[in-house]
């Protein structure tokens, strides 16, 4: 293989930036690296380039994306199928700023040649979302490179103060309010996701994304024999084998339609990025997992409930908790604990009791509104990650 060209970049019209991003598993890793480029792009201008070694994953989330294509442009933002850990593109062009996603490693190429650059590139690691204390405390740790004159600052997404906040898109508390006022999009919706109208106002409507979950059985035997009618919206994926047995059918693929006593429930195809906030506006309880539908569930300012990321050791439990400390801290003693009892039995620890959370679903709608506020002082994280990047360039 020739070694990769060193070259100037062409002179910037915004700030020029690499985003690294390898997927361990499911979408979250590319979701959120994704949602952060289009940010950098679209709301601040940067020249983006993505660099992911699994253009499939990422297909799902972004249709419009050719899974055989080694460079592509979409919206704008350059997409390099990162092939293998020494690949770092065909022309070595070093950005201003480059950003490691999830402590992937980048290639150490691309990092001599930032070494080599007249002037050294911002380099950021961005970490895994926790809403641990402890994060405060370490965003924004330079870390020296041990040969290099480099120097890596650990970005730390987070709920709280002094952390580098959640994304969150400029237009997006618009789009919903926009969708949620608007009977004809409401509409058009249901049509378009379940080939029906929307259901009746006293009808709950759920949205289910999760792993696969041992509890997920009781909580379907719950529904259907709810005194109220639940609709439930499944997105295809690790679930749908659950409630496709519940149902005695053989699969719960996209377009499949089931009822059992009171429930009734629709599979619904993978939609792209932004597709996904509908399926969370059209819905009263959201069930969420892993970190990007987490934070999205967040700014619908729906009840909802987080299937965590399960790691080894049962590291995630404090994670669950320390996320349940900033969002039911300021409910009163009933809600509180029978939120946290329904997180905890969805997370492996005890049977979710759905009409005890059913009886608290006022305040848990009255808490989501008032959460959202409160995480939103903490600022978005693009926009926090720009200004400290722009800080940096100064
Ligand atoms: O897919 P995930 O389980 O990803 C997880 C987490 O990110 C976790 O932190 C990480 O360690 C692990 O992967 C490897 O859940 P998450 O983060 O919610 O990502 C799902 C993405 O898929 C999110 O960006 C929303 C998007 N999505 C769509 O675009 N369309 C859809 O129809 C659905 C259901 C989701």
Redesign the pocket.
Known sequence: MSAPLVSSPPPPAGIACDIFCT???????I??C??LARQLAGEHGWQVRVFVDDLHAFQ??CPSLVAGRARQSIEGIAIVYWHAPSHAGDTLEIADVVIEA?GCELPPEYVAAMAGRERAPVWLNLE??SAEDWVADFHLRPSPHPRHALTKTFFFPGLGPGTGGVLKERGLDAARIAFQSSDSARAAWWQQATGAPPPAPEATVVSL?T?ENPAADSLLEQWRDNPGEIVLLV?E?RISGAVARFFGLPSFMAGTHARRGRLIAHA??????R??DA?LWASDVNF???????V?AQWAEKPFIWHI?PQADDAHLSKLDAALAHYAGPLPDAPREALTRFWHAWNGAGTPDWAEFQRHRAAFAARAAGWAHELAGVGDLAGNLAGFAKSQLK
């Open positions: 997927v361990i598993d499911n979408f979250g890793d979701g959120v994704w949602r799902k989330l999830f895994y979302l994304f792993y997105p994926g619904l195809a993978f939609t792209d990025q597709g996904y399926l969420v997992r892993g970190e990007d539908s987490f999205r990321y």
